[in-house]
């Protein structure tokens, strides 16, 4: 399986005045300018991914939205990626998703940094990658993910992807 991880584009600044509700916060006009951009470099780069899901966030909903303008296929909300759930949680609301060759994460920090570094080393806090606001990381598997199953293919911020572009 080929999993891509991708961090959500730049969101409006918490303010509890304007969205009482955290998961309400969307993304600024910039950061969704920015990452229509991005994204065209994405799926440049992986332009076949068979599944993608999102955290119900509004600001990873429309980055997820905003793949699929660009061929992705329509995301599917999936709770366990909202922020803070733990990694064995989301792996194990993956274990119905085995059939799919290729599967794309839309989320938040810290849980998709702790998500693949469960991947890679077994353990949450044991790797360190940074995935940036808009940026996309590839982890790649022999079978279904497991703990310490992955490779990391590669690690791309949106500057990056924007050039792919």
């Known amino acids: ?7 959500h584009a730049i969101a409006h600044d918490r303010d509890p005045s304007r969205w009482p509700d955290d998961g309400e916060r969307p993304l600024t006009p910039e950061g969704e300018r920015r990452f229509r951009r ?18 119900p966030f509004v600001r990873a909903w429309q980055t997820a ?4 303008g660009q ?4 995301p599917e909300m999936q709770p366990e990626l909202e922020p803070d759930c733990p990694p064995h949680k989301i792996l194990a609301a993956l274990r119905g998703r085995d059939d799919a060759g ?6 938040h920090r810290p849980h998709l940094h702790e998500l693949a570094s469960y991947l890679l080393t077994g353990e949450p806090g044991l790797a360190q990658p ?16 497991e703990p310490g199953s992955g490779t ?14």
């Open 1 to 7: 399986m080929d999993l891509y991880l991708v961090r």
């Open 38 to 55: 991005a994204a065209k470099g994405l799926t440049r780069l992986v332009p076949d991914v068979e599944l993608v899901l999102s955290s």
């Open 65 to 68: 939205e905003i793949l699929a």
């Open 71 to 74: 061929g992705w296929p329509a």
């Open 102 to 107: 290729s599967l794309a994460l839309v989320g």
């Open 130 to 145: 940074q995935i940036k606001k808009g940026g996309a990381l590839y982890i790649k598997f022999g079978d279904a993910p």
């Open 152 to 165: 990391l293919a590669w690690l791309l911020t949106p500057k990056v992807l924007r050039g792919l572009a």
